[in-house]
């Protein structure tokens, strides 16, 4: 591949399948056309637009090798997309409830506005669930799956408990739900953030320059995915870093992890599926040796 199309995959891949994807999304709201399944095609779109780069240009190489994981990221995938669109679902049921004089959304407000509004309320839910599982012990066993990668890639984004990801988006869901917010302004959030959280996890060499410390892309939060712990303290935003940066846990570096740099400490953390959903509630004694081992508070800024 020559140097000029290196160049635009490396800093024009993410403002054009990110920032095109989202517009399509922001347009169908605008249109008021049903997001099942639109939104969730264009996500699909997207999603696999970024597979498909990481195989153009890698950012590591051996990266793209299946490191035993490739079937068990895929079902995570399907699985937690689908907890997500059922935990919106149950929530938006929930939130027909609440009386209309009791709504305190601004639905009054230009559409564009309200998905920022949700947007944020939605990132600083998962930014403070996010942190608060690196530090509570039952929280962090369920977080474990998700940095038991030992590589990086477009599916890693999806790699939870399907139990942590309800967790993670629940208390953001209650309070724009108990608010009134219209479904389909949850759901094209989502649909963004599916598409991001792809990219936020890539194999794919591309930059944002000085955008990186704005918004949580692969250069950043591989950091979060160190395997030294003293390390993973950082860039827990899963869109803005503006959290990190309020709160003293963004981090950034002109290095970058190397390929053996990411995962957890335990090497003998399982790679099934299922074993991933039952490791949490298993009293082994490696589990117990993990207790000890939390991660730390980080002292960075």
Known sequence: MGSTSRFLL?????P?????VSAGMIWLLYQDIPYWPSTAILAALGVACVAGLERLQPFRQDWLDDHDDTLTDLIHLVVNLSVIQFTATLLSRLGDLVPAELSGFPTELPLWLQLLIVAAILDLSLYAMHRLSHHIPWLWYLH???????RLYW???????PLHAAIMAGPGLLVLFAMGTPSELVATWFGILTVHLAFQHSNLDYSLGWLRRVIGVAETHRWHHKR?????QVNFGEFLLVWDLLFKTFY?????????DVGLRDRRYPTGYVDQ????????PA???????????????
């Open 10 to 14: 490396r800093w024009f891949s993410y």
């Open 16 to 20: 054009a399948i990110f920032g095109g």
């Open 144 to 150: 474990e799956p998700h940095h038991s990668a030992e």
């Open 155 to 161: 599916m890693n984004g999806e790699r939870r408990h």
């Open 228 to 232: 030294d712990f003293e390390d993973a």
């Open 252 to 260: 950034d570096s002109a290095s970058q992890p190397g390929s053996n």
């Open 277 to 284: 959903l039952v490791e949490p509630f298993r009293p082994t």
């Open 287 to 301: 589990r117990a040796a993990r207790r000890h081992r939390l991660p730390p508070t980080s002292r960075r800024s």
